[in-house]
């Protein structure tokens, strides 16, 4: 590495750019972090809040890994707990067809997961809130945390370690020919070896001004967070989502559909409150407009939502890839750059093990990323 500027500068204070910052910078890396807004200001702080399996075999060891480091980040005291059992997942529908291909794919893909159909009598003793008449997969998996907590502490662990965050500053690849030089931070250049673009759904922006290069975009939802102090104990969701994002299919997820805008229910709990969801927009929405919906929506599953008083409303945008799998590794065509982008529904369940992933690329280890993550499947930017 050279002496002057830094070792490595990281775009994004979410939960990939604050992980790989800490790994980074923990391997003895000078690193420094710059964030256009607050730390976790984007979906890293406004999201559901669970830690759960991608049901997706290539994302699977991802998840794995994030796991263990959460477990090492809990122990590390910087403010990040999680719990040492999953809460467990229930996929429910009003029909019995999507729970119970659901739970057959999910058993055939991942035979080490634990999972039971319930319906009547067993789920209602299990669930008592839950509404009558509703099928379920229930699958051992499911951890819920405070939706910044990851974030927050990883970025303790980094400015630990020596990393300079520096907060409210935009940033841009600063190139020359095809090597990037370091970064250009509000007009001021900030030399470096390397640069990380871990800037979620504004990565090709950050990445590629020219706006030509374009394989991750944003992807809206809209949570409603509410009292809930005698809910459910398991984390829920629409037996129809796992069908619908196609990630239990074990394929490839199916393309993203830019104009799509969908809805479907999730639930998890934390403490006395439930983050309630959720929406899939291709735009920026106006939250206060889909509270009734979502909340209607939920009521269908457990009715006593509606009457729950509702402690606010999050929305953010999912960073999602053309293909559903993140970016992670060395750009195409561009010495000195990486990123590390494109979580989507998964960056919490997913970020930290990709970005200790990319962290390996830069540092020049002896690492192998699958070529289903490689950003090169995209092409390169212009
Ligand atoms: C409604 C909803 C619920 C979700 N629930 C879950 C869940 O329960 N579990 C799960 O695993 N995942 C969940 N997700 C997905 C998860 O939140 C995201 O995948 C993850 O937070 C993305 O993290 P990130 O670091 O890639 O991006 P972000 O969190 O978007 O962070 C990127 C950061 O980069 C900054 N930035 C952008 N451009 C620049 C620039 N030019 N210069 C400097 N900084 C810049 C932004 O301000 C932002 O802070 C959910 C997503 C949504 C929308």
Do not use: K
Not at 143 to 171: D, F, K, N
């Amino acid at each position: 590495m050279t002496g002057s500027g830094a070792d490595v500068v990281v775009i994004g204070g979410g939960i990939v750019g604050t992980s790989a910052a800490a790994f980074l910078a923990s391997a003895g890396a000078r690193t420094v972090l710059v964030e256009r807004e607050g730390l976790a200001s984007g979906a890293s702080g406004a999201n559901s809040g669970v830690v759960q399996h991608p049901l997706d075999p290539v994302l699977a060891d991802l998840y794995r890994s994030t796991l263990a480091l959460y477990g090492d980040l809990a122990a590390a005291d910087a403010g990040f707990r999680i719990g040492s059992e999953p809460a467990g997942m229930l996929y429910v529908s009003r029909d019995d067809g999507p729970v119970r291909r659901l739970g057959a794919q999910i058993g055939a893909l991942f035979p080490d997961l634990d999972v039971g159909l319930l319906e009547g009598r067993p789920l209602a003793l299990l669930e008592p809130t839950l509404a009558p008449g509703l099928h379920a997969c229930r699958v051992g998996i499911g951890y819920p945390v405070a939706p910044a907590g990851s974030t927050y502490a990883y970025a303790t662990i980094a400015e630990r370690a020596g990393a300079a965050i520096r907060l409210g500053r935009s940033a841009t690849v600063d190139l020359r020919g095809d090597r990037a030089v370091g970064v250009v931070v509000d007009g001021e250049p900030v030399a470096a070896d390397a640069v990380l673009v871990a800037a979620g759904p504004w990565t090709p922006e950050a990445l590629d001004p020219s706006g030509r290069w374009r394989p991750i975009r944003a992807r809206w939802g809209v949570v409603v967070e509410v009292d809930l102090p005698a809910g459910p104990r398991h984390v829920l969701e629409e037996a129809e989502i796992g069908e619908a994002i196609g990630t239990a299919a074990g394929d490839r997820p199916p393309a993203f559909e830019p104009d799509e805008a969908v809805e479907d229910f999730s639930l998890v709990p934390l403490g006395a409150a439930a983050s309630v969801g959720s929406t899939f927009l291709a735009r920026e929405p106006d939250p206060a407009a889909w509270v009734e919906p979502l909340l209607v929506r939920a009521s269908g599953f457990v009715p006593g939502v509606v009457d729950a008083p509702i402690r606010g409303t999050r929305s953010c945008a999912r960073p999602q890839s053309l293909d559903g799998r993140p970016l992670v590794g060395a750009v195409p065509g561009r010495r000195g750059l990486f990123v590390c982008a494109g979580h989507g529904s998964w960056g919490i369940s997913t970020g930290p093990g990709a970005a200790r992933l990319v962290a390996d690329v830069i540092r020049g280890r002896d690492v192998a990323v699958p070529a289903a993550l490689d950003p090169g499947r995209f092409g390169g930017p212009a």
